[in-house]
């Protein structure tokens, strides 16, 4: 697979630009990131101190959330319901597993079933401490547990709607729709987004307007299913 590292959308393999950015796709989004990293870490200097063309109403200003936006832009990636709530139930647990399996580790310490050889005046305050955290823990673990329950629900939905689209788009949209506009002197490349376009125009005017990252993943899918596969 290919990414766009401007909107860090996906690609089928065979496609070089992203439709929507124009931006030259990537093997790997962390390689990349890396790499514009060190690349920050050099320029940044040179942009605060004025060095480089272009930069210095920011280097006078040191306004470096700015400077730092130049450098790159962050655009966030569509995850799916089900994928939030399994990350979050899955943080939830690990959350509560740590705190309560650490409290019941403290408590054998503060008895002396365990012993750490501590010196009795820091001892306490190091018990308070790990006592607080460990509380914290919990906490947030209960939080998140109750989110995941609410993402549960939500998760439910959307992949009730995309089995809906799914279902419909099979029924009732031929291949001759989705190439509508294809001719046989374009680009493999311009075609994918062709098609692309085509079958989200063809949902939006089904089930209205979509989120527009969800909408992309759907109308990639189908597209995997109905004209790659």
Same mark, same amino acid.
């Given at each position: ?22 931006? &030259? +796709? ?33 280097? $006078? ?20 319901? $089900? ?10 647990? &690990? ?15 503060? &008895? ?50 995309? $089995? ?12 001759? +729709? ?52």
């Amino acid at each position: 697979m290919a990414w766009c590292p401007k909107c860090r959308n996906e690609y089928v393999n065979g496609i070089t630009f992203c439709k929507d950015c124009s931006e &030259t +796709l990537v093997d790997s989004l962390e390689e990349y990131d890396k790499i514009l990293m060190e690349e920050k870490a050099t320029l940044e200097p040179q942009i605060i101190a004025g060095e480089i063309p272009g930069f210095e109403e920011e280097a $006078e200003d040191k306004n470096y959330e700015e400077i730092t936006s130049k450098l790159t832009k962050v655009s966030t990636v569509y995850v799916k319901k $089900e994928d939030k709530y399994k990350d979050t139930l899955s943080s939830a647990y &690990t959350l509560l597993i740590v705190g309560f399996g650490g409290l019941a580790v403290l408590l054998l310490v503060i &008895t002396d079933i365990i012993n750490l050889n501590l010196a009795s005046p820091g001892k306490y305050v190091t018990y308070s401490g790990m006592a607080i955290l460990l509380f914290v823990f919990i906490i947030i673990g209960f939080n998140s547990l109750k989110s995941s329950k609410r993402l549960a629900k939500e998760a439910e939905s959307e992949n009730q709607l995309t $089995e809906d689209i799914f279902n419909w788009f099979d029924k009732n949209i031929s291949l001759d +729709l989705i190439d509508n506009g294809i001719t046989d002197d374009m680009q493999e490349e311009v075609k994918y987004f062709k098609r692309i376009d085509n079958i989200k125009e063809i949902i939006q005017k089904a089930y209205g307007e979509l989120n527009e990252n969800y909408l992309d993943k759907i109308a990639d899918d189908i597209f995997q299913e109905k004209i790659h596969s």
